[in-house]
């Protein structure tokens, strides 16, 4: 697994993670950085990457121009993998890392703490369809990117693209 594009292109990244842990491909991961990146989201943005896993989104989003990212992670090996990734890429002065369930966390922020926020649980939960309910009630951010099994049904909107057995669903908070 490595950076895809921008700064930091090209670095590889840890990827070692629990069984349960299925790392974004990075096809899916170019795909989504490229959208957002076109669409002048990501600049100085402020990122929030629950479910992070090892942080690839995330970090992603950092090689691409975010300002800061916020990752949520509670899997032993996965929160391992990632703080040695953020290590590794000398990203440890604009990130946090929290060993938290993402569920919980999401349910204190306040509105629009961050710009964009990813949210990739595991397949075949129902902790997709929590978060988003929870984003339609108090939005936490402007930009909610949601990566799920392609065949998840009851989201809102329709996916962005589907690549593989995965889709991809953006959902962008009513501005005042």
Known sequence: MRIIGGALRGRRLA???????????????EAIASALQARGLLSEARVLDLFAGTGALG???MSRGAGSCDFVESEGAA???LKA????????????IF???????????PAAAYDVAFADPPYGSRKLDRIVAH??????SRVLVLEHAADHEGLPGKP????DDSAVTVLRAATP
């Open 15 to 29: 990827a070692k993670a629990a069984p349960t842990t299925r790392p974004t491909s990075d096809r899916v991961r």
């Open 59 to 61: 970090l992603e989003a």
């Open 79 to 81: 929160l391992h993998a």
């Open 85 to 96: 990734n953020v290590a590794a890429l000398r990203l440890r002065d604009r990130t946090r």
């Open 99 to 109: 060993d938290r369930d993402a569920i919980p966390f999401v349910e204190r922020l």
């Open 135 to 140: 984003w339609q009630r108090a939005p936490f």
């Open 160 to 163: 962005a693209f589907r690549l």
